[in-house]
C-alpha cells in the first residue's frame, strides 16, 4: 500500500503563483512515476504532469509554459510549481504514483486550487 498526501492547495489571484507537494509513504518502489492531475467541476481528470524517479518529465501542452514539476526522491515527494496561474486552472488537484509494471496507480485525496479573477 502507498498512501499520498497532498498539500499547499488553496485561493490564489489571477497570475499568482503556487505550490503544491505530494508526500508518498509505505511501500515505495524504486522505480515510479509520480504527477499530478486536475479535475474542474463537470468535466474528466486530467494529466497535468508526471516525472518518472529518473527525472523524466511529461506535460499537458497546455500547461507546459507556466508549470514545472520536480522530485525530491530521498524524500518521496512530488512538487508542482503553479505559475502565472489562471481562473481555468481552478481544480481539485490529484497526486498520483504508480510503480513501474504496476498495474494500477495510487490516488491523493485531492487539493483545492482556486483561482480569482
Known amino acids: 500500500q502507498v498512501q499520498l498526501v497532498e498539500s499547499g492547495g488553496g485561493l490564489v489571484q489571477t497570475g499568482g503563483s503556487l505550490r503544491l507537494s505530494c508526500a508518498a509513504s509505505g511501500s515505495i518502489s524504486s522505480m515510479n512515476t509520480m504527477g499530478w492531475y486536475r479535475q474542474a467541476p463537470g468535466k474528466q481528470r486530467v494529466l497535468v504532469a508526471s516525472?518518472?524517479?529518473?527525472?523524466?518529465?511529461n506535460y499537458a501542452d497546455s500547461m507546459k509554459a507556466r508549470f514545472t514539476i520536480s522530485r525530491d526522491n530521498a524524500k518521496n515527494t512530488v512538487y508542482l510549481q503553479m505559475n502565472g496561474v489562471k481562473p481555468e486552472d481552478t481544480a481539485v488537484y490529484y497526486c498520483?504514483?504508480?510503480?513501474?509494471?504496476?498495474?494500477?496507480?495510487?490516488w491523493g485525496q485531492g487539493t483545492q486550487v482556486t483561482v480569482s479573477s
Open positions: 498520483n504514483y504508480r510503480a513501474t509494471y504496476a498495474p494500477e496507480p495510487y
Open positions: 516525472i518518472t524517479n529518473r527525472g523524466i518529465t
